[in-house]
């Protein structure tokens, strides 16, 4: 019979084993799993095996004495086996060896068996005990940026001295869900919801992946902060009874990054996070309840790219199958591929009552003198009564008002927004000392690089609504650039900058931050792109001689500049409709052919109508515009945005008023 070599420990008190507080750390606080083990290890170990085990591993003859004599051999054999080294929680090698040495193979692979299943249980267990600890990290984490997020709301921009929690200045305004004929396809009617948190508890909107729509300014980006408000405060009703978690992603920071699991390590965790993209990947993966919201569709850079990537999948349903998907968008820019089969709901803006709450809640108080003081200057100015059922316009109304008595009568959205810009300048003036005004008001005058930048980064097929910091301080100049970073129209924000080659990785001194800079919001991306627009559509052009405008192309062509039709098509006035106002808006002559160019463009003539009546100057000056939109087919329809219904039907009475003949009107 081989004989094994001892592998003897010495221990003050051997029956002890069980309790002992070191041998447990070493077992990693698992004595229960392996005492388990033991015990059954007793049935393997019969009174003639112990001897013969007990002979090869050359135990002392008192130490087989004491054997022989036990009601429990197989017990006392088990403890001097741990007394002296040879067994332990992580090995029992030497057990196995010595009993395919004495031709015991069938009891040596029985028990390894059982022992490789107790290892296995116990990988289980520290894995799961490392994933619980990852997701308790991440929760953390998540709730630390969203409360960052919600509880930095700035209403006006340049007041950052009153930063609102998104649920002191939230407020509901209508919410309508599409129903589709589920035989047809056809979609039938919007009908109204009862509250946002119907967009999860009502059954009738019940689906994995929705689109939550709406036009520029309606708050569909303020809604998803008040969504993940209720689900960090665990609100009554809220998200926090649905999901275990809710991510956000603001789909304009994403350009570029294909992998949703860096978009959150780069975006949501902080620099110092033990967490990598592997880690996060698992806590999503084996999550049940998961909420994704994706913010800003319309404002996606590679929305419209062949670009393959984690957003697409998620919403094609390729991806995250099990979660449920928020996808917030402009109504003009659906994607395409899923939105017949996605369940549609819309925001319509604020009525009389909302705007009501709006002024209780978030201006005024109580003050019930303040409150009809705000009413009577909406109502002294007619065309805010129509602005304002957009939130984000009433929104910077009702601030300005409760701050300035002396509110100018407005004519358009041009000229709300005009006032608007100006009353941000004269804040940030009062502020500066006396030497810095003469500066402050040449920047103020002359944004034209910033113009462009505006509508270089709107016109491209992926829009680019995110610079870097140097970028843009080299382009506009550094007085310039922080003059409007005051004004709170540029707007600043650390990120990570994760390196492909370290998204893996977890230490933090591979990650660096890097700051990007955005307008405050889209819309005034676009006014100042409108600048751009109106500017260039106003230049002089020399007399254009030939039907077929050859000598106008050359003309072009020679000075390096392209046709206003040629400049226009990159932007979509489905999706940039207030570039197109604003411009309207700014410059009469310009207003010209950029109307022509939408009645001359496919499917965007309708659109014309909005930017007609943006037109300065009398009633006379848009007849013409009027008379030969008149002269083809005017439609109506359900599925038009309300604004473009309003304008349709001003536009209808102007055309009645003045004797213009309306040839057809389809009510669709």
């Not at 604004?643 to 008023?657: F, G, H, P, V």
């Amino acid at each position: 019979m081989a004989s094994v070599a001892s592998h003897t420990v010495q221990h003050n008190d051997p029956l002890q084993c069980d309790t002992n507080e070191n041998r447990a750390k070493t077992e990693e606080n698992t004595p229960s799993a392996f005492g388990n083990f033991l015990v059954d290890l007793q049935s393997f170990i019969t009174l003639e095996k112990a001897v013969t085990l007990a002979t090869a591993f050359e135990f002392k003859p008192a130490e087989v004495d004491n054997l022989q004599r036990s009601s429990h051999p197989g017990y006392v054999f088990i403890q001097l086996l741990r007394d002296k080294g040879i067994i332990n929680s992580t090995d029992i090698s030497a057990l196995i060896k010595t009993l395919k040495a004495c031709n015991l193979d069938g009891v040596a692979d029985d028990i390894n068996n059982a022992f490789q299943k107790l290892q296995l249980e116990r990988v289980v267990k520290k894995e799961l005990r490392t994933q619980i600890r990852a997701k308790i990290v991440f929760l953390q984490e998540l709730r630390r940026k969203y409360r960052n997020l919600y509880d930095a709301v700035q209403p006006i921009p340049y007041i950052r001295d009153r930063l609102f929690c998104v649920n002191r200045v939230f407020v509901e305004g209508g919410i309508e869900y599409l129903i589709v004929n589920s035989t047809t396809g056809k979609e039938e009617s919007w009908c109204k919801l009862g509250s946002y948190k119907d967009i999860f508890n009502n059954a009738k909107v019940k689906s994995d992946r929705r689109i939550l729509e709406g036009e520029p300014g309606f708050g569909k980006s303020t809604l998803a902060l008040q969504l993940v408000y209720d689900w960090c405060e665990n609100l009554p009703n809220g998200l926090a009874n649905k999901y275990d978690l809710v991510i956000l992603l603001r789909l304009k920071q994403l350009g570029g990054v294909g992998s949703v699991f860096k978009a959150i390590k780069q975006f949501i965790l902080t620099k110092e996070s033990i967490l990598n993209e592997k880690d996060i990947k698992d806590i999503l993966n084996e999550s049940n309840k998961v909420l994704i919201i994706l913010d800003g569709f319309d404002e996606y850079p590679d929305r419209n790219s062949d670009v393959t990537c984690d957003v697409k999948r998620i919403i094609k349903r390729d991806m995250f199958q099990r979660s449920d998907v928020v996808l917030m968008t402009r109504t003009a820019c659906l994607p395409k591929a899923t939105a017949p089969q996605t369940q549609r709901i819309r925001l319509t803006g604020f009525d009389d009552n909302a705007r009501d709450e709006y002024i209780r809640k978030a201006v005024v108080g109580n003050d019930e003198e303040a409150v009809k003081a705000i009413k009577r200057r909406l109502l002294e100015n007619p065309v805010l009564a129509d602005l304002c059922q957009v939130p984000l316009f009433f929104v910077m109304f009702a601030h300005m008002s409760h701050e300035s008595e002396h509110l100018q009568q407005f004519k358009s959205v041009t000229s709300f927004f005009s006032y608007m810009i100006k009353c941000f300048h004269h804040h940030l003036k009062n502020k500066m000392k006396d030497e810095n005004v003469q500066g402050f008001k040449s920047f103020e005058e002359d944004h034209s690089k910033l113009d462009e930048i505006a509508f270089e980064g709107l016109c491209k097929e992926n829009q680019q609504l995110i610079w870097g910091k140097g970028e843009l301080c080299k382009r506009l100049g550094e007085d310039f650039y922080r003059q409007y970073v005051s004004l709170g129209i540029l707007v600043e924000e650390n990120v990570l900058d994760v390196e492909p080659s370290y998204s893996s990785m977890v230490a933090s001194n591979l990650i660096q931050e890097k700051t990007e800079v955005r307008f405050y919001h889209k819309l005034f991306c676009e006014w100042y792109a409108a600048h751009y627009v109106s500017s260039y559509a106003s230049r002089r052009n020399i007399r254009f001689m030939g039907n077929d405008g050859t000598f106008a192309k050359l003309y072009h062509k020679i000075l390096g500049r392209k046709d206003i039709s040629d400049m226009l098509k990159g932007l979509d006035p489905f999706d940039l409709q207030y570039v197109f106002r604003f411009a309207c808006g700014l410059n009469s002559d310009a207003s010209s052919k950029i109307i022509e160019h939408l009645k001359n463009t496919e499917n965007a003539h309708r659109f014309a109508v909005l930017c007609i009546l943006k037109k300065e100057g009398k009633i006379n000056t848009i007849l013409d515009s009027i008379r030969d939109l008149c002269s083809n087919r005017v439609d109506i329809s359900d599925r038009d945005t309300l604004l473009l219904q309003r304008s349709t039907i001003q536009l209808l009475d102007i055309a009645t008023k003045n004797e213009v003949s309306i040839i057809y009107l389809w009510l669709l």
